[in-house]
Every structure is written in C-alpha cells, then in structure tokens.
C-alpha cells in the first residue's frame, strides 16, 4: 500500500487523534494488514505516539502487524463448537492448506487463525471465512468451500481448474 493511500484514508477522518480505530481499520481493510510504515505515518499524522498506533494494532486480533491472505479463515473453538468437533475442523483445513492456525499459505491466498467465540453456538462448529458464517461444519463441507475458493483464484490467475 503506498503512502498515498495511507494519506488518502487519514484525510478521510481528518486525521483526527479520536479516529485511530477508524483509520487503521480502513487501512488494515484495504492491505490486509498494518505495515510498519503506515503505523509511522498514522501516528505522525494523527499526532499520537507511534507506540500508542502499535499498542492498539496488538489489541485487537482483528489486525494483524503481518501480512494476511486474501482469505481470512476464523475457526471457532468454544466449548460449543469444540464438542461438536471444531478442532477437527481446523485440522482438515490446516491439512488442506498445509498451515498451521494463525500462519498465512505461501501463495498468500489463505491465513487461517482460531477464535474462542464467535456468538452463534448453536450453529456449532462455526467457520467463517472473509465474514461469511458456515454453520454445521463438517470436514466434508469444508473441503468444497475451500475448493470453490482455490477454483475462484484459479480462474483469476487463468489456471487450468
């Protein structure tokens, strides 16, 4: 992401200190994570300490200090959907996409994380993936959504499928 982009997105919020939520969220939104040279330029701009831009960077799972996937794959492991086989779940896909949670696949199309909750147990085990909720997992299930997906950048890239 260049600099410009970063300005762009601060002038947005008229780089108003009260907004640093805000800004790295649109940033992390556009990039897919928080580089350290956008970090510097947010607290510089803001006028807060860049310690206190990396201290809410970390805060938060919801951004990441290190680049991300195209795709984010949450498994949730909450005592719901850990009964009902979440930690299979994310064994399938870790063996599907050769990561381990909380790694990034080589290609960069995938990082997948665990979660401790996701609010929705009674549709347990949950996988969400780029905010998209997939109820009543199971490892077969899994593997054709992760399969339309690889099928999708595939096509992109002008693959054979």
Do not use: W
């Amino acid at each position: 992401m260049g600099i410009a982009k970063v300005d762009s997105i601060i002038d947005k919020y008229r780089a108003e200190p009260g907004s640093l939520t805000s800004i790295l969220q649109d940033i992390q939104a556009e990039h897919n994570y928080l580089s350290k040279p956008a970090l510097i330029k947010v607290s510089e701009r803001v006028g807060l300490p860049l310690s206190q831009a990396y201290s809410l960077a970390t805060f938060y799972k919801a951004f990441s200090l290190e680049p991300r996937g195209r795709h984010l794959i949450s498994v949730c492991l909450g005592t719901a959907c850990h009964v009902r086989g979440g930690v299979r779940i994310k064994e399938k896909i870790e063996r599907d996409l050769k990561v381990h949670a909380g790694q990034t696949t080589k290609d960069k199309m995938f990082t997948l994380q665990t979660v401790n909750c996701l609010g929705c147990c009674a549709l347990g085990p949950i996988v969400v993936i780029d905010g998209q909720y997939h109820g009543q997992a199971t490892q077969p299930k899994v593997g054709s959504i992760l399969k339309k997906y690889k099928k999708v950048h595939e096509g992109e890239r002008g693959e054979a499928g």
